[in-house]
């Protein structure tokens, strides 16, 4: 419980930074829902495009960067994601919210890019260098959340992105579900496994 208690502590500060915009200074159609926005997307307007992308990069990138852990693959993946996404963009419900569609778009990938690289790792094809992460500033707010993505690193990536999915982009059980197409079930069993073990690795870098 307690973990679940930092985690939730660490969204709330995040949330309160100013965040960041790809164009600043460009105006934002905010009269526009997102169900008009997708549909003038749909109908192949650039405008609406960048509106959806400056909507929803920052969360993207974020769930990525807390999934691997590296700045430039984060980055990679969520702008991967997200062409993905507008390739495939005319057989999206528009009755349906875009930001969690995306989202299971970026934590696949994330989660894929993670298995390959500890793959990579185990089989000895990858130098392992380790060296300060230029992408890591942007979402370590305090010395609390620096281990908390210590912890989060050690856990497998399925239950690191169920974690980073609950506590840090704050959907339900049912929602991550839903999203990664997983029984509500195993769902709650990561979540349970991957609390333990942040709340273990958590034990062991206190003094």
Known sequence: ????????EITASEASR???RAGEGARLPVDLSERR???????GSEEALETLFRRHWRRAHRAAYLIVHDGAAAEDI????????VRSLHRFDRRRPFGPWLHRIVVNRAIDWTRARTLRRETGDELIEERPDPGAGEFAT????????VALRALAPERRAVVVLRYLLEYTPGEIAKLLELPRGTV?????????????GLGELGP
């Open 18 to 20: 100013p965040v960041a």
């Open 37 to 43: 926005l997708v549909k003038a997307a749909q109908e």
């Open 1 to 8: 419980m307690m973990v679940a208690i930092q985690l939730r």
């Open 188 to 200: 709650n069993s990561r979540l349970r496994r991957g609390l333990d073990e942040l709340a273990a």
């Open 78 to 85: 969520a702008q991967e994601a997200f062409l993905a996404a």
């Open 142 to 149: 305090h010395d609390q959340a620096d281990e908390v993505t």
